[in-house]
């Protein structure tokens, strides 16, 4: 991994945007925001998000400290929709559900993936799809050609993704059938994963295909990825459970935002038109 790109990535929850790592979007107040009933909102006139703003080109920090990606532009398009003004929350992937669940934000925009287990717990309004990937070093000749051939092998994910939990599912199978373990890396952060690709201490790093994607175009002949995306899945933007007055507010936002194009053009913007999901 080149030394820009790795710094870049490692710039999540840095500086620049307040102890409790939130910032302000640039939405500016233009819709029915006021037909919100009092109290839905953390804190009135603003649509807060939790995300773990280190997984472009969804969510990270450019180099003044701002963040930016696919996701951000998303979330201040539905807050402008509703007439507030977006705000975000830098939050370690494994804690973003409790998050919500402390009303730390109003809602998680931040690559959740819709599963069962979540929907006992949060409401879902769906506005992507995504897939996992196995990215190993351009150069490797280790064997690795996907999940199924990771046994005995290093690899690198992030802490309580969904990503990290085939990685598990696969190790599993292979200590089935008598082979070694995946001697699995988890990081709290994705950059941080990848990270242990780029100076070789794992063999391989699992993440999105969307990440996975970005990282490849900006170091290109650096790294491939290796076998076919795995689960492909939607994912959601999340609220409380019960909270309906939001949850309705943010679905009619999106409806609008793929109606105007913006949805479209957002996605375009950031080569994740494979990713559509249709309104």
């Known amino acids: 991994m080149g030394a820009a790109l790795v710094a870049g990535l490692a710039l999540t929850g840095c500086g620049g945007s307040g102890q409790d790592g939130s910032a302000a979007g640039t939405a500016s107040a233009s819709g029915p925001a006021g037909s919100l009933p009092d109290g839905t909102l953390v804190k009135a006139g603003e649509l807060s998000f939790c995300a773990d703003i280190s997984a472009p080109p969804l969510t990270f920090y450019d180099p003044s400290q701002k963040p930016v990606g696919a996701e951000i532009e998303l979330g201040d398009a539905l807050a402008k929709s509703l007439g507030l003004t977006a705000a975000w929350k830098n939050t370690a992937f494994a804690g973003i559900i409790p998050a919500l669940q402390g009303k730390q934000c109003d809602a998680i925009l931040s690559q959740l993936f819709i599963k069962p287990e979540r929907e006992k717990v949060v409401d879902f309004v769906p506005y992507m799809y995504s897939s996992g990937a196995l990215m190993v070093k351009a150069a490797d000749d280790k064997g690795i050609g996907g999940l199924d051939t990771t046994c005995g092998h290093r690899v690198a994910a992030q802490t309580g993704t969904t990503v990290a939990s085939f990685l598990q599912e696969a190790s599993k199978t292979c200590t089935s059938q008598g082979k ?18 780029s100076v070789g201490l794992v063999d391989a790093y699992g993440t999105t295909v969307e990440t996975a994607g970005y990282v490849m175009t900006q170091k290109p002949g650096e790294y491939k990825t290796v076998g076919k995306p795995y689960g492909q899945i ?3 933007i999340a609220t409380i459970k019960g909270n309906t007055a939001l949850h309705d507010a943010i679905a009619k936002a999106l409806a609008s935002v793929h109606q105007d194009g913006t949805y479209d053009s957002i996605l375009k913007k950031w080569n994740l038109t494979d990713d559509a999901l249709s309104s």
């Open 234 to 236: 939607k994912t959601g």
């Open 180 to 197: 070694q373990k995946v001697d699995i890396r988890l990081f709290a952060k994705d950059s941080d994963a990848l990270q242990q690709l």
